[in-house]
């Protein structure tokens, strides 16, 4: 979840505005206006101390955890990108023993399962 919607989310269960929220701890509505449109990408640890003193819960409420699955899709992209790029500076020749090779290796491993 993005750092605004959690702290919209809040704001939501105490019954209060964003901007109130801006006024009692003494931060510039705009620091939430520029979270929200994404010209910022994450707040001050003050700025986050005070949300959290406020709201009376943890720093560590507004931790990013990323999520694994996109983390191994980033993975198979960067490994599947390198070898489109290498690929561009191999001669057909290669590219075709490559691609023999590709094959008996992922049809070997279909194969164990």
Not at 69 to 92: C, P, W
């Amino acid at each position: 979840m993005a750092m605004y919607d959690k702290i919209y989310n809040l704001c939501e269960e105490k019954g209060i505005k964003p901007a109130n929220l801006c006024n009692a701890i003494g931060i510039p509505k705009s620091t939430l206006t520029e979270l929200k449109t994404g010209r910022t990408k994450s707040l001050s640890t003050q700025t986050l101390q005070k949300i959290a003193q406020y709201f009376n819960i943890s720093l560590g409420y507004f931790d990013e955890v990323p999520d694994p699955v996109d983390g191994i899709r980033d993975r198979l992209f960067e490994k599947r990108k390198l070898l489109f790029d290498l690929s561009d500076r191999a001669t057909e020749e290669q590219l075709d023993s490559f691609l023999v090779m590709f094959k008996a290796l992922v049809n070997n491993e279909e194969d164990k399962d």
